[in-house]
């Protein structure tokens, strides 16, 4: 398949406050969008975070934004896209932010161990079993100086990293690119061709992870379609899938 260059991003819609940028994108989405359509905003009052959970986020200091992709691969495929997410995130903030981001798999970018983005992957099937579209929701905080309670353990901004305050327009140009560049690679080679680079920026391979039955066992390796190699001392390697929440068309 063709590299599409310039996809993600060609159109952006900014807005202020808004429920969730996911449920914007899904109705824009039902509505016909094209692929590569962006909303952001400034503030969530009921943003989405994995497994159920909200996302806080301070008014105006976190870039919120949820990206509209619409693959033609299997709907087993998709998880792939969590991890590709991660990559072009980390990757970006290097430069960008003048921090060294590391990725906890499946796609949690972390700095010294902190998280400072998630990524939260929705997909709608078709009736055929392929991804009809998918929403790739980022959140990332960049200006915050403190966090609630609950989070402050865990959560980290790039403010926090670096001392400084950041220009959240050319953060957003820098992801922007980022995605566009990574989808391109998956499209035309898969996870497989990403995955160097995922390992290279990686926190994970080589710590000892929980699997979701209980057990424990050490990170060794991501494998081509991005799931999750874990010696559980077993014998066989567990596997692990990262999981892409299914919305109803
Ligand atoms: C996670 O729990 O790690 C994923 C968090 C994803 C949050 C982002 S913020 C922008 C987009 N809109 C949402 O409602 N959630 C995602």
């Known amino acids: 398949m063709t590299a599409v260059s310039r996809l993600v991003g060609r159109a952006v819609r900014a807005l202020d406050t808004v429920e969730s ?13 094209p692929e590569g359509t962006v909303v952001t905003a400034r503030h969530q009052t009921g943003g989405r975070g994995r497994r159920g959970r909200l996302w806080w986020d301070e008014p105006g200091q976190s ?34 932010a003048g921090v060294a981001a590391r990725i906890r798999w499946p796609n949690d970018v972390l700095i010294g161990g902190r998280k400072v983005c998630g990524v939260l992957p929705e997909a709608v099937s078709s009736a055929d079993g392929r991804v009809g579209h998918l929403l790739l929701g980022i959140g990332i905080n960049v200006d915050e100086s403190e966090f609630p309670e609950d989070l402050r353990d865990h959560a980290t901004s790039l403010r926090m990293e670096t001392g400084v305050s950041h220009d959240q327009d050319r953060l957003l140009a820098a992801l922007l690119a980022a995605l566009d560049r990574r989808y391109a690679e998956w499209l035309a080679g898969g996870f497989a061709r990403l995955r160097e680079e995922w390992r290279r920026l990686a926190s994970t391979l080589g710590e000892r992870v929980r699997t979701p039955d209980g057990r424990e066992g050490l ?21 692990l899938v990262a999981g892409t929440r299914v919305l109803a068309p």
């Open 21 to 33: 940028t996911q449920a914007v994108l899904a109705r824009l989405a039902r509505e016909g969008a």
């Open 63 to 96: 870039l919120l934004m949820s990206v509209l992709l619409r693959p033609s691969t299997p709907t087993a495929h998709a998880p792939q896209l969590s991890l590709v997410a991660g990559l072009a995130v980390a990757g970006a903030l290097g430069p960008a």
């Open 219 to 239: 990170a060794v390796d991501v494998d081509d379609d991005g799931a999750l190699l874990v010696d559980a001392g077993e014998g066989a390697l567990t596997r």
